[in-house]
């Protein structure tokens, strides 16, 4: 059964630039405008506080999540090996009180 129509699209009024506010330079987007080169200025702007961060002795987002990992990883090989030495203990206790 069919549901309607869908309106994938705004159905609100949209704000378009006059012609008058693209030739007085107030309309929302340059005319030169290309996602391009916006995208390599975010970029460049990435980069360059990356840089920055370096520089400043900052740790990247991959250095500090490398280490969390490290830390995570030695905190379970440090339980695994307390849950062992508990289970030994316990068995040997069993053992005991068999005997």
Known sequence: ???GKFKSKPTGRRQFSTPEDMAAGTSSRPKTFRQKEAE???ESEQESEEVSENESGEESEGET???RLALIRQQRA???KKREEEKAAKEQKKAEARK
Do not use: F, I
């Open 78 to 80: 440090e339980a695994a």
């Open 40 to 42: 390599h200025e975010e």
């Open 1 to 3: 059964m069919g549901r």
């Open 65 to 67: 999540k490398v280490k």
